[in-house]
């Protein structure tokens, strides 16, 4: 089949908050091929930068639109797939969100493929099984550690095995960012797994990240996630050497490429790599993550606070690594990321979520929610019209 068509459509909340919420717009992709079927992806970036990236003029030999690599291409099989991610990394090199963009007609084709195949994505990337998740409860910390306690009572009275907290006011001061943590723990109780996100808030600060080890440690918390920016690998380093106990370092969802996943793991020495599918290229790339990360001794983790949609793509590159065990699971999205598919992942008895059967993704987009949500879009260069927001309908 050959790709004829891309659209995307930038949708959003009426209101932009100020907070670490990245479920308060969305990127969809679709992807029309000739035979009639088409696939659905989404980017986990600023929606208007990412369809910029689709149609911009070209600058040089190293920096032309993603379009110039996908429109037109045959896709016969995953090999295809893979072929013409290199390809957009070849000509969009200097492009620096081409792998935003490129993440979402990934995920796109690997539905489409899934959709004339008949079999679910993680089964054409060779996966024999999928293995449930145990899915933990994604949601930023309260205001205060009165509110995040009621925030874990109510995630431990859902039936999770698991919850991060993060953001927020998280890492400004150190007897409050005390108070949180031990807050998180007791309204969680012992049994249930804690998390914590610092969102990259020290830079490549050891010494402020090492404040709260005594804190994580006594809490038994598993994971300190970001507390440094992305490329920040000794700062990884040395902190993950101070850790005692099961507490690991986390991080990789700000990885827009292998290789950079790849030196978190191998310089950064972190315990467990997020990825999220939506920035680092798409699928392709993030099953080139996972199973890399399966021979290093890292854990591998999804990195999602979007929609359905982005949950489901995140998981099909890691499905069959068994001992990758956790995944991301928002409890705090938006009406528009929580509306987006007519289907859902819920979480099972066991506290675990289970990858769709169906061909594909196996998630549908609602239209109603898109068309409550979109906003148009025109893109113009002096008398050139660009791009302009699709029909939804066709």
Not at 205 to 229: G, K, M, T, Y
Not at 285 to 300: F, H, I, L, Q
Request: with cysteine.
């Amino acid at each position: 089949m050959k790709i004829e068509i891309v659209d995307f459509f930038y949708l959003a909340m009426p209101a932009i908050r100020d907070i670490g919420d990245g479920s308060q717009d969305a990127l969809l992709v679709r992807v029309a091929a000739d035979n009639g079927l088409e696939g659905w992806g989404e980017c986990e970036a600023a929606p208007l930068v990412s369809i910029a990236a689709w149609c911009c003029p070209m600058s040089h030999s190293a920096c032309k639109p993603v379009s110039h690599s996908v429109l037109g291409r045959a896709i016969g099989g995953p090999a295809d797939i893979r072929a013409l991610t290199k390809d957009v990394r070849r000509h969009s090199f200097d492009l620096l969100q081409a792998d935003h963009t490129l993440a979402g007609i990934d995920m796109a084709l690997w539905d489409l493929l899934g959709k004339e195949r008949g079999e679910p994505v993680w089964k054409l990337l060779g996966w024999e099984r999928a293995f449930p998740k145990i899915a933990y409860a994604s949601q930023l910390f309260g205001d205060t550690p009165a509110e995040t306690f009621r925030k874990a009572q109510g995630v431990r009275a859902r039936g999770f095995r698991a919850a991060k907290f993060g953001w927020g006011p998280f890492g400004s001061e150190l007897a409050a960012d005390e108070a949180h943590v031990r807050a998180a723990r007791e309204g969680l109780g012992p049994d249930v797994a804690l998390l914590v996100d610092a969102g990259t808030v020290w830079g490549e600060d050891v010494e402020a990240a090492a404040q709260r080890l005594p804190v994580l440690q006594a809490c038994d918390v598993l994971w300190l996630e970001e507390p440094f920016v992305s490329g920040a690998l000794g700062a990884y380093r040395e902190l993950g050497r101070r850790m005692r106990g099961p507490l690991r370092t986390a991080g990789g969802e700000g990885a827009h490429e292998p290789f950079m996943a790849r030196n978190l793991i191998d310089f950064g020495e972190v315990g467990y790599i997020q990825i999220d599918a939506g920035r680092i290229g798409g699928i392709t790339s993030a099953y080139e993550v996972a199973r890399y990360a399966a021979t290093r001794g890292a854990a591998y983790v999804n990195h999602t606070f979007t929609t359905p949609l982005a949950l489901s793509a995140s998981l099909h590159p890691y499905a069959g690594l068994e001992h990758a065990a956790l995944c991301e699971y928002p409890v705090e999205a938006s009406p528009l990321a929580s509306a987006l598919t007519r289907e859902t992942l819920p979480v099972d008895a066991d506290g675990r979520i289970h990858l769709p059967e169906r061909p594909g993704l196996g998630m549908t987009p609602n239209p109603e929610t898109i068309r409550k949500y979109l906003l148009p879009v025109e893109i113009r260069v002096g008398s050139r019209l660009l791009y302009t927001t699709p029909m939804l309908s066709r």
